[in-house]
T-cell receptor, first 114, second 112 residues
Framework: AQKVTQAQTEISVVEKEDVTLDCVYETRDTTYYLFWYKQPPSGELVFLIRRNSFDEQNEISGRYSWNFQKSTSSFNFTITASQVVDSAVYFCALSDRNTDKLIFGTGTRLQVFP | DVKVTQSSRYLVKRTGEKVFLECVQDMDHENMFWYRQDPGLGLRLIYFSYDVKMKEKGDIPEGYSVSREKKERFSLILESASTNQTSMYLC???????????FGPGTRLTVL
């Protein structure tokens, strides 16, 4: 069965610290997508990144970076020099290619204090 | 930019009322989804649709129905609202090519 595990329920950091959010997934599919979404206090889920299972290159976008490792079935998300505006719940998700559905992790709440 | 809109940000209804939650997307996406989100339970899929007039049950369809008469619009219906349907409801749309889903702002429904 497909599954996404975000073991960190809540993380608190002080502004300017680096923080890594962990995501481990399980799937038997050979082709799949992995995603990260951000949910700020306003409630809307904001799409951050999609990664194809065939592309293991790490990606950097400003202060955000993603480390995809197929060997460990992990897709971790690092925020460098965190800011208060990064405070949100972050969800990792895995695609079910047969149904177009997403399997979400339970989310990690990140609190960045000034 | 993809735009998904939901008819209300906040809604308060009485037990037994019929409730309509509307969702509209402007990207010509085939797929649309309704989720509810509750503390400690994460995101749970209620219903989804691959095309006009089509609907598929998600993980928790009981007490809900849906309607998709036009490609851009996907409605969630609570036939007889109950207090245990108090929740945050999130709509999303997407394509089957990449499975990326784009979410609306959500509707916080309170049933009294």
């Amino acid at each position: 069965a497909q599954k996404v595990t975000q073991a960190q329920t809540e993380i608190s950091v002080v502004e300017k610290e680096d923080v890594t959010l962990d995501c481990v997934y399980e799937t038997r599919d050979t082709t799949y997508y992995l995603f990260w979404y951000k949910q700020p206090p306003s409630g809307e889920l904001v799409f951050l990144i999609r990664r194809n299972s065939f592309d293991e290159q790490n990606e950097i976008s400003g202060r955000y970076s993603w480390n995809f490792q197929k060997s460990t079935s992990s897709f971790n998300f690092t925020i460098t020099a965190s800011q208060v505006v990064d405070s949100a719940v972050y969800f990792c998700a895995l695609s079910d290619r047969n149904t177009d559905k997403l399997i979400f992790g339970t989310g990690t709440r990140l609190q960045v204090f000034p | 930019d993809v735009k998904v809109t939901q008819s209300s940000r906040y809604l308060v209804k009485r037990t037994g009322e019929k409730v309509f939650l509307e969702c509209v997307q402007d990207m010509d996406h085939e797929n649309m989804f309704w989720y509810r989100q509750d503390p400690g339970l994460g995101l749970r899929l209620i219903y989804f649709s691959y095309d006009v007039k089509m609907k598929e049950k998600g993980d928790i369809p009981e007490g809900y129905s849906v309607s998709r008469e036009k490609k851009e619009r996907f409605s969630l219906i609570l036939e007889s609202a109950s207090t245990n349907q108090t929740s945050m409801y999130l709509c999303a749309s997407g394509t089957g090519e990449t499975d990326t889903q784009y979410f609306g702002p959500g509707t916080r429904l309170t049933v009294l």
